[in-house]
Nanobody, 116 residues
Framework: QVQLVESGGGLVQPGGSLRLSCAAS????????MSWSRQAPGKERELVAD????????TYADSVKGRFTISRDNAKKMVYLQMNSLKPEDTAVYYC?????????WGKGTLVTVSS
């Protein structure tokens, strides 16, 4: 069964950094483009970043470009999101998922709160 478990969220001050992790299981991880999305109360879900199966191509939402970096380790079946220069508007629950996968497999997400 497809499982994606996010971790690494927490409280951080504006301008700070945080690294999110996602552990994958139940599918051939190295064959899939992976993504991070986020959602805050009252806001629409936003696709934050993508990374292709071998890690060769990454894409980012304009709102995070230059501040966030997505990466992956196929041997460990892990996806990461390095978040730098965090802003209060980055506050959201962050989800790791397959780019074209069902939301049924997104899991619980991890909460990132950016506040002083």
């Amino acid at each position: 069964q497809v499982q994606l478990v996010e971790s690494g969220g927490g409280l951080v001050q504006p301008g700070g950094s945080l690294r999110l992790s996602c552990a994958a299981s139940g599918f051939t991880f190295s064959s899939y483009t992976m993504s991070w999305s986020r959602q805050a109360p009252g806001k629409e879900r936003e696709l934050v970043a993508d990374i292709t199966s071998a890690g060769g191509v990454t894409t980012y939402a304009d709102s995070v470009k230059g501040r966030f970096t997505i990466s992956r380790d196929n041997a460990k079946k892990m996806v990461y999101l390095q978040m730098n220069s965090l802003k209060p508007e980055d506050t959201a629950v962050y989800y790791c998922h397959r780019k074209y996968g069902s939301m049924a497999y997104w899991g619980k997400g991890t909460l990132v709160t950016v506040s002083s």
